[in-house]
């Protein structure tokens, strides 16, 4: 589930016209209402500072914004305002700013009244300003629309979710059940290498303490989450494999939700025992708490963990997995992992059952199936570079739905096509480094994945 960003409004007007016409800054009102409105309507908080004319009101207004806890500061000319005014405030702000360029009348054309001039002129504010901070080497965005006739907003909210997607990478608590998985290379990177980039904490647990706090849970609990899978899911599995993955499961949660953690990975092979509370990979959790906003990644990837982790709290329906097969026929890539998937970015209702298993001595266990809806997606891989640098790869794809072979039944499962060639494709992939742990993301998520990216200080490749 996604989290809200916050957003801070700061609306910039000019003093002369308070003094000349005082009664025409109310009329503004309705206008600004309609941002806030349309904020809060796609799922973002907005707070509303002061219309602001001078240096003091500027410095008072960003000040407060800052205090409110605001992720990005969403800056709004209502009429030209002269950029010295604002300026300084906006330079010293850490907070990320982006410039809507609009105005409140839609048409502007040869049979205007000229009345409305006062009204509409708000863009060569943003001209002034925008020059401003460019020259005093303030990074900063604009998006320019009329809030009815283009998607200025929907663009606005999806670079307000990146910027919380980088605020929520930093100092992400992770836990690891298990040792990463022998010999795999590419999401090795060590907790100090975390530490240094991401503020990201890694801890580890044993089998034990899984054993344990699977032991502890109430048989009233484990009867009430099977309940509830019955409902969310299309059931077709023993009641004793279903019984001992959800109690092993809902010890996992408790020790989650214990240390406060926001992503975890775990090693299937850890899993050797073949009796006790521990003796399933809680596949099924895994799946649950992706959908939960937790981030999670196989055999131990703490990395791509926390990625998923921070995109699926910032923009919803996002799920952990691999590129697995190529499809060269079809210009597409077979997507699978061994029994994890977020149930929410599955097309229809996602199936439960019970898988074979075995590759350790642990038992069979419940694991949700599906593949992902049909449409447009997002690929995103957070690969390390030379020297303990990380750089994002990312791509919009077209997710290919399901497939109607039973075979594939038990199989986490889907394709994705992308924009060009796929033996290019996967050339450019690798070229920079992308691993084989990957996000997938509903949606076309591109402008939002770039501001995630510079708010996080990642270099962005777009494929």
């Not at 990625?307 to 997995?321: C, D, K, N, S, W």
Request: glycine fraction near 10%; charge should be negative; include cysteine.
């Amino acid at each position: 589930m996604a989290c809200a960003p916050k957003v801070g409004i700061l609306p910039l007007y000019l003093k002369l016209y308070d003094e000349i016409c005082p009664e025409r800054r109310a009329e503004f009102t309705p206008f600004l209402e309609a941002i806030v409105d349309g904020f809060r309507q796609r799922g973002v908080s907005a707070v509303l500072s002061e219309t602001c004319r001078v240096r003091p009101e500027f410095e008072r207004a960003v000040a407060g914004l800052e205090d409110a806890g605001v992720d990005l500061l969403v800056t709004v000319h209502l009429a030209y305002s002269p950029s010295l005014e604002a300026v300084e405030a906006l330079v010293n702000t850490a907070l990320p700013i982006l410039m809507l360029d609009t105005t409140m009348d839609e048409a502007f054309g040869k049979d205007v009244d000229a009345s409305r001039i006062m009204y509409n002129h708000g863009i060569h504010g943003v001209q002034d300003l925008a020059c401003m901070l460019r020259r005093a080497g303030r990074p900063y965005q604009v998006i320019a629309g009329h809030l009815r006739r283009s998607d200025i907003l929907d663009r606005a909210v999806e670079i307000a979710r990146g910027v919380a997607a980088a605020h929520g990478l930093e100092g992400t608590r992770v836990l690891r059940l298990g040792e990463a998985f022998a010999g795999m290379g590419d999401f090795a990177v060590t907790a100090e290498e975390l530490e240094d980039a991401f503020g990201i904490t890694v801890e580890t647990c044993t089998l034990d303490d899984l054993a344990a706090a699977a032991a502890a849970v109430d048989e009233a609990a484990v009867e009430a989450e099977m309940a509830r899978d019955r409902e969310r899911f299309t059931a077709d599995i023993p009641s004793d494999v279903h019984r001992r993955s959800v109690r092993a499961g809902l010890g996992l949660r408790a020790l989650l939700e214990a240390g406060d953690y926001a992503a975890f990975s775990m090693n299937f092979l850890a899993f050797d025992r073949p009796d006790g509370p521990a003796a399933v990979v809680p596949f099924l959790e895994a799946s649950k708490a992706m959908a939960r906003g937790l981030g999670y990644a196989g055999e131990g990837d703490v990395l791509t963990a926390s990625l998923v982790g921070t995109l699926a709290r910032a923009f919803g329906q996002t799920t952990f997995t691999e590129l697995f097969c190529p499809d060269w026929a079809g210009n597409a890539v077979f997507l699978s992992h061994m029994g994890e998937i977020n149930p929410d970015v599955v097309g229809g209702q996602a199936v439960l059952l019970e898988k074979p298993y075995s590759f350790s001595a642990a038992q069979n266990p419940a694991v949700v199936t599906g593949a992902p809806a049909a449409g447009v997606g997002t690929l995103v891989n957070l690969a390390p570079g030379p020297d303990g640098s990380f750089g994002l790869i990312a791509a919009r794809v077209e997710i290919l739905g399901d497939s109607d072979n039973p075979s594939l039944r038990q199989s986490v499962r889907g394709w994705i096509r992308p924009e060009y060639e796929l033996s290019t494709f996967l050339e450019d992939y690798s070229l920079n480094g992308g691993t084989h742990h990957s996000a997938l993301l509903l949606g076309d998520r591109l402008e939002g994945i770039a501001a995630f990216a510079e708010n996080a200080g990642l270099g962005l490749v777009i494929l």
